[in-house]
């Protein structure tokens, strides 16, 4: 198991920034947080991939969100983070921070609104 607890969301307007984290426990064992990630869900939505960072540092994105959105983590603090800049309206939504173990396993998080006014 991996215990998973996002927080930093909250409410902004347009153009403004956030910074999610996501703290995680995967009691000792690395090969659980094989690849991380973000994943987010707006009303009525289906929940889709923001981005996502191997355990080495290498990140992928979604096109809606590149250049403006930056993943990172810190495997010794055990903590994922999001760097949101450049908020739009349409990425008002629940972010879900998401860990995949090297055999494929997911885990999720109970995930943290963010809500960005026009």
């Known amino acids: 198991q991996v215990q998973l607890a996002e927080s930093g969301g909250g409410l902004v307007q347009a153009g403004e920034s956030l910074r999610l984290s996501c703290a995680y426990d995967?009691?000792?064992?690395?090969?659980?947080?094989?690849?991380m990630g973000w994943y987010r869900q707006a009303p009525g939505k289906e929940r889709e991939l923001v981005a996502t960072?191997?355990?080495?540092?290498?990140?992928d994105y979604a096109d809606s969100v590149k250049g403006r959105f930056a993943i990172s983590r810190d495997n010794a603090k055990n903590t994922l983070y999001l760097q949101m800049n450049g908020l739009k309206p349409a990425d008002t939504a629940v972010y879900y921070c998401?860990?995949?173990?090297?055999?494929?396993?997911?885990?999720w998080g109970q995930g943290t609104q963010v809500t960005v006014s026009s």
């Open positions: 998401n860990s995949r173990s090297l055999y494929g396993h997911l885990y």
């Open positions: 995967a009691k000792g064992n690395i090969l659980r947080t094989n690849v």
């Open positions: 960072v191997t355990r080495g540092g290498l990140a």
